[in-house]
């Protein structure tokens, strides 16, 4: 097949939507001819380099940039948001042009992983896959106890934000045109239903390479590890960090009991304030960022990632964790409850945030004195990665999607021909 990949964001080496663009059109470049179209600002020298190294035939990349305001992504957020909508516009026009040249099979919108903003490559009159796609998950309101009036208005700006786009009549039109609409969490999808798609399916936009999961594979499930549990992750509100401080002081776990937390960001102050407050400081360790390989080293020392937050469409760590055998305790919300499950982790309700706490509490104090328990987890959790999150197996699953199509598409063309 010949298909047609719009990743704004795309680069080799990579994690978050840049490491979603790459690796999606490099697999799918293992069974068909791929084009994609992407920019030529931050990832072009890597990809190319990627590919002199690691040649991929079938792979074509069609670089392009707005003609006027060409590097306007770089003056802040705002300008960002606009810039890619009129990236998206201007996509449309090199797509099409490619279309009458080449005649591709399909189209696929990629990166962003955004719900909310329209894709012009519907318009081509072939099948169009609009996602994975997410951002419609909402922190509950019982949790806005907690947030600070700026992390409130945060909240208003992006409820603001993604109700203008989806009354935005192009991106109703990108959702009713897709022939399949694939959402990253179940509350993503009904807002997708909602906007008129009559095919949307969950599934997640995060994976880790063959060679990750191998590496992460040589942790041990069994080998004893110091009673200390890490959190990952920007120190952001919705992180939900703070339910993981109050869950651990009310864990009653036994004073060598240690919880990590790694990264940095403008809640760094406050966390650090809540654990003094909670009396749990000398318990404590604060990291700052670091290299990724230091990063694993860590994870893989500790007997649970606990990432409690609040809406997340996607969270690349806790696959990191569950390929490394450790056990996830997360709130049922958003991108981790699709990818932990009962037999992997502890998905926690999130009705409010002492319900919460008590829950992740428990989950605490079970790991700390279970070890069969953290055994059976881990083990649970490395199988559900290779089986679901594995890029390559996740190829393959869009391979299967884009030929089942195609067979859809020959059938309605014989009967209309028949008709």
């Known amino acids: 097949m010949k298909v047609l990949i719009s990743a704004y964001a795309c680069e080799p080496g990579r994690g978050t939507e840049l490491g979603v ?34 040649p991929i035939p079938n792979l074509h990349f069609v670089y392009f940039t707005l003609p006027i305001w060409g590097s306007g992504w770089k003056w ?6 606009i810039h890619y909508y009129l990236w998206q516009i201007q996509a449309y026009f090199v797509a099409r042009k490619l279309h009458q040249a080449i005649g591709f099979d399909i189209a696929h919108h990629v990166t962003f992983v955004k ?27 019982s949790f806005y106890r907690d947030f600070s009036r700026k992390a409130k208005l945060y909240e208003f700006l992006r409820d603001l934000t993604r109700w203008l786009g ?11 045109r897709s022939a399949l609409v694939w959402a990253t969490t179940a509350d993503t999808a009904k807002r997708l239903e909602a906007m008129g ?20 594979g040589q942790f041990s499930i069994t080998d004893p590890v ?4 890490i959190s990952i992750g920007r120190f952001l509100h919705w992180k939900g960090f703070h339910l993981g401080l109050r869950a651990f ?74 390929a490394a055998g450790r056990p996830v305790i997360c709130l049922d919300l958003g991108g981790p409850a699709v990818q932990v499950t009962e037999t992997t982790g502890f998905k926690i309700p999130a009705e409010n945030p002492e319900q919460a706490i ?10 700390a004195t279970e070890p069969e328990l953290r055994s059976r987890l881990g083990a649970a959790a490395r199988q559900r990665v290779n089986e679901w999150f594995n890029w390559k197996t996740k190829g393959q699953v869009l391979v299967g999607v884009y030929e089942t199509m195609r067979s859809q598409q020959g059938e309605q063309h014989a009967d209309s021909s028949g008709s």
Not at 76 to 81: L, M, P, R
Not at 257 to 283: F, M
Request: overall charge negative; charged content about 20%; proline content about 8%.
């Open 21 to 54: 663009g790459w690796n999606t059109v490099r697999e799918v470049a293992r069974y068909h001819e791929v084009w994609v179209l992407t920019r030529p600002d931050d990832g072009r020298e890597a990809i190319e380099a990627e590919l002199a190294r690691n």
């Open 76 to 81: 802040g957020q705002g300008a960002f948001q």
């Open 115 to 141: 719900y909310s903003t329209p894709s012009f490559l519907c318009l081509l009159p072939i099948p169009f896959i609009f996602g994975p796609v997410g951002g419609g998950e909402t922190a509950p309101q």
């Open 166 to 176: 989806e009354i935005d009549p192009f991106t109703q039109l990108t959702v009713r």
């Open 197 to 216: 798609s009559k095919n949307v399916k969950v599934l997640s936009q995060v994976g880790l390479l063959p060679e990750e999961v191998e590496q992460l």
């Open 226 to 229: 110091p009673l200390r549990f």
């Open 249 to 322: 002081a009310q864990a009653n776990l036994p004073p060598e009991a240690e919880y990590w937390l790694v990264g940095k960001g403008p809640e760094s102050a406050t966390l650090r304030a809540l654990a003094s407050d909670l009396g749990i400081a000398s318990q404590m360790q604060f990291l700052d960022e670091m290299p990724r390989a230091d990063l694993m080293h860590k994870l893989g020392t500790c007997v649970a990632l606990v990432h409690p937050s609040l809406h997340d469409s996607g969270a690349f760590v806790c696959l990191e964790a569950m």
């Open 358 to 367: 008590a829950g992740m509490a428990a989950a605490m104090r079970r790991l």
